[in-house]
């Protein structure tokens, strides 16, 4: 089944005097006074976090990775299939399932293309991470999300994204386990071809967690 993506639709349409009424309502029929000085002011910063916790809906990623630099022909010969890496990318996301916060970090590992030899600012790999988060979302869509774009912009010979991540919807409700990550991954190019990228990739994160230089 073909589901409609509404993370595709950038919307500015996003007023917090109108979700601000929403959240309201919500407070009376949950028996609360929203009246009381507690909550007062409740509506308003609820209304106004909810707009800051979703304006990836207003990004777009590639205004992050339009911002491209290209290696040497000398400095990266045409056989190549060395690695960047940039590993533990926080982020702070919202499920949206239960629109509860989804706490994680992200590993990402791309092999330039051997003839373009584009690479992109490694901030804006972080940038990217950030404009999906920044979404409602599930953490299998989100890692597909990411490296769809990586592969769209910079066409590498391959792009790989693991995240880990804490779903705060499995903590406070339901099965309550506090203790569980959630482990995806996405590949794309000469990772879902050849396995030995990815275990030097995993050999690569193991190098930076266990340094001390850092
Ligand atoms: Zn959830």
Same mark, same amino acid.
């Given at each position: 089944m073909k589901v409609k993506n509404n993370n595709k639709a950038l919307s500015n349409k996003r007023r917090p005097e109108v979700l601000q009424k929403l959240l309201y309502e919500v407070l009376v029929e949950l028996g609360e006074s929203p009246t009381r000085p $507690?909550?007062? &002011?409740?509506?308003? #910063?609820?209304? +106004? !976090?909810?707009?800051?916790?979703?304006? $990836?809906?207003?990004? @777009?990623? +590639?205004?992050?990775? *339009?911002?491209?630099?290209?290696? /040497? /022909?000398? @400095?990266?010969?045409? /056989?190549? @299939?060395?690695? %960047?890496? =940039?590993? *533990?990318?926080?982020?702070?996301?919202t499920c949206e399932h239960h629109m509860a916060?989804?706490? $994680? %970090? !992200?590993?990402?590992?791309?092999?330039? *293309?051997?003839?373009s030899r584009v690479i992109t600012g490694l901030s804006k790999i972080a940038r990217v991470v950030s404009v999906f988060a920044n979404r409602l979302q599930v953490q299998e869509q989100l890692?597909?999300?990411?490296? #769809?774009?990586? @592969? &769209?912009?910079? *066409?590498?010979?391959?792009?790989?994204v693991v995240i880990q991540a %804490?779903?705060?919807?499995?903590?406070?409700?339901? =099965? &309550?386990?506090? +203790?569980? #990550?959630?482990?995806?991954?996405?590949?794309?190019?000469?990772f879902q071809s050849k396995g030995e990228l990815e275990l030097k990739f995993q050999e690569y994160l193991k190098l930076k967690i266990n340094t001390n230089l850092l």
């Open positions: $507690g909550l007062l &002011k409740t509506p308003q #910063r609820w209304a +106004e !976090a909810l707009v800051t916790y979703t304006d $990836g809906m207003t990004q @777009d990623p +590639e205004d992050h990775l *339009n911002v491209i630099f290209q290696l /040497e /022909e000398d @400095d990266y010969p045409s /056989e190549s @299939d060395d690695m %960047v890496s =940039v590993d *533990n990318i926080q982020f702070v996301s916060p989804i706490r $994680g %970090v !992200a590993h990402i590992g791309y092999i330039p *293309n051997s003839t890692t597909h999300q990411i490296a #769809r774009a990586i @592969d &769209k912009h910079l *066409n590498p010979l391959g792009v790989i %804490v779903h705060y919807c499995m903590i406070q409700r339901g =099965v &309550k386990q506090h +203790e569980t #990550r959630t482990l995806t991954t996405a590949r794309r190019g000469v």
